[in-house]
């Protein structure tokens, strides 16, 4: 199918137009991003903030592989 109606009426009035299905995976990709984003200073390992020895472990340990990975 390469286009949906299941778009909500239009703003101008109660005309449906018909959504591509690139439309509809932009809006899906735009939803998971938006809820799975990480900041710019959290792109390592996923460790609870709480656990700072930790965290700092997984972070040496992800510097490492991306440095053999590298060569």
């Not at 932009?26 to 710019?40: E, M, Q, Y």
Request: aromatic share 8%.
């Amino acid at each position: 199918m390469s286009a949906l109606s299941l778009h909500p009426a239009s703003p101008l009035g109660t005309h449906r137009h018909l959504v591509s299905a690139h439309e509809v995976a932009h809006w899906i990709s735009t939803a998971v991003h938006a809820t799975f984003a990480r900041t710019v200073e959290d792109t390592g390992p996923r460790v609870p903030r709480h656990y700072p020895e930790r965290r700092t472990a997984f972070m040496e340990q992800a510097a490492m592989q991306r440095e053999m990975f590298r060569l």
